[in-house]
């Protein structure tokens, strides 16, 4: 299969810089933190207001994609399992699932609620939590 | 930002080989299909059951990367939106979030249900869908 190359359309800022500091999920203490997002992603980000839910697709880029087993949550009374069985960002390609509450949208820069990502990660893609055939 | 190389760790087998008769979400009439995985990904899956809801993430490499902006669902009495406001498969990095129960788990493949994939979509990781503390 041929490689893939994906290019970054963002990046998180945000006051996580520490991967040892880093909620391992947003309920466990993850802070605001906003996405710059290039010139052509704030064409496609045009029509997102305050409120709307979405999922922010990101690289994590100081993950060890050589990882395929893993202890859950490094806890060593936990037997290794299969990373593709967790939520480890440690795997072959890790990109990371956020569903976030957008809070403000000003030109080319998405505000968003508790987001579990370190400062500098690349964002790969932002798309709607789907709710009613509606809106899709 | 530095180019990103994703490597795929499987493709799907599918009945789903024209787009245009693609169902657009998996409650539409997508058919059950078959991951086939790398030698790696396999043991990255070896923890996988059937029952388990998981997230497949894919590249959908047969849409178009330049869109930013889209009529949703094609419909002509709906305003152009931003690509970041659907779910549309045309956008800068195309990767797909597929919600599925496996149902079968042999050596290298997995079984899922509905999987709205075209045949040969290369699968980029699995993860499972957070429901408690306890399985992080």
């Known amino acids: 299969m041929p490689d893939i190359v994906v290019l970054p359309v963002g990046v998180v800022r945000s006051s996580l810089t520490d991967p040892r500091e880093a909620p391992r999920q947003p309920d466990e203490g993850a802070p605001a933190s906003r996405i710059e997002l290039t010139p052509a992603a704030a064409v496609a980000a045009a029509d997102l207001r305050p409120g709307d839910r979405v999922i922010v697709l990101t690289w994590l880029?100081?993950?060890?994609?050589?990882?395929?087993?893993?202890?859950?949550?490094?806890?060593?009374?936990?037997?290794?399992?299969?990373?593709?069985?967790?939520?480890?960002?440690?795997?072959?390609n890790p990109i990371g699932l956020h569903e976030v509450t957008i809070t403000e949208v000003t030109a080319g820069v998405i505000t968003v609620g508790a987001l579990e990502a370190l400062d500098g990660t690349p964002v790969l893609d932002i798309k709607p939590v789907l709710t009613d055939v509606a809106r899709r």
Not at 75 to 82: C, L, N
């Open 61 to 92: 880029d100081r993950a060890d994609r050589e990882t395929l087993r893993v202890r859950p949550r490094d806890d060593p009374d936990r037997a290794e399992v299969g990373v593709f069985s967790t939520r480890s960002s440690h795997r072959p």
